[in-house]
């Protein structure tokens, strides 16, 4: 059974860089049929995609975070991870990473989710 | 970026009715090439991360109980609970995975009346 596990600090202060990464389980992040992705939910608000990538390294961004953000992969470890530079208060969101639809491409649905990570962006 | 709308913005069914969802994106969504919408639905259950209901604008997750249906094509789009259940008390999202930035509609909570 496919596990996504996010993990990484639940306190980031302003300015400083968010990293995040998820370790996915009971499959393997190199098959080369699935992209991976990060998405993130502000409290109480709704859900931004922020950008995605497969295993080979190929990653799409969302551009409005594009200048901030790095997705990088591991399959050494079957992990990938999410790094936001200059975090502000706005950062303030429980991230999630995922699995798309199988397809080889990009553009398939988001299949299996992470449980999410809090993470609080304060002094 | 393709802005998706959704109403009504909440709903309250009884127990055993009727809910509808409907979904609008800002430009045609469906890809002639293979004859798809790029278009999922996902249910959210406080505490939970969003769960995958229905893609291709049709085509039901597998384990997904057949009273959740998806229609639609192009830019309108519906998600319809034929009977409701307590356990379908949820946010309801709408995505398009048409083209990057993937974007998501705002939500609607359907609750029980």
């Known amino acids: 059974q496919l596990q996504l596990q996010e993990s990484g600090p639940g306190l980031v202060k302003p300015s400083e860089t968010l990293s995040l990464t998820c370790t996915v389980s009971g499959g393997s992040i190199s098959s080369n049929v699935y992209y991976w992705g990060w998405i993130r939910q502000p409290p109480g608000k709704g859900l931004e995609w922020i950008g995605s990538i497969y295993y080979s390294g190929i990653t799409y961004y969302n551009p409005s975070l594009k200048s901030r953000v790095i997705i990088s992969v591991d399959t050494s470890k079957n992990q990938f991870s999410l790094k936001v530079r200059s975090v502000t208060a706005a950062d303030t969101a429980v991230y999630y990473c995922?699995?798309?639809?199988?397809?080889?491409?990009?553009?398939?649905?988001?299949?299996?989710w992470g449980q999410g990570t809090m993470v609080t962006v304060s002094s | 970026d393709i802005v998706m709308t959704q109403s009504p913005d909440s709903l309250a069914v009884s127990l055993g009715g009727r809910a509808t969802i409907n979904c609008k994106s800002s430009q045609s969504i469906f890809f002639s090439s293979d004859n798809k919408n790029y278009l999922a639905w996902y249910q959210q259950k406080p505490g939970q991360p969003p769960k995958l209901l229905i893609y291709?604008?049709?085509t039901r997750e597998s384990g997904v109980p057949d009273r959740f249906s998806g229609s639609g094509s192009g830019t309108d789009f519906t998600l319809t609970i034929s009977s409701l259940q307590a356990e379908d008390v949820a946010v309801y999202y709408c995505q398009q995975y048409y083209t990057t930035p993937f974007t998501f509609g705002p939500g609607t909570k359907v609750d029980i009346k």
């Open positions: 995922a699995r798309h639809n199988e397809g080889q491409q990009l553009y398939e649905a988001l299949h299996f």
């Open positions: 291709w604008a049709s």
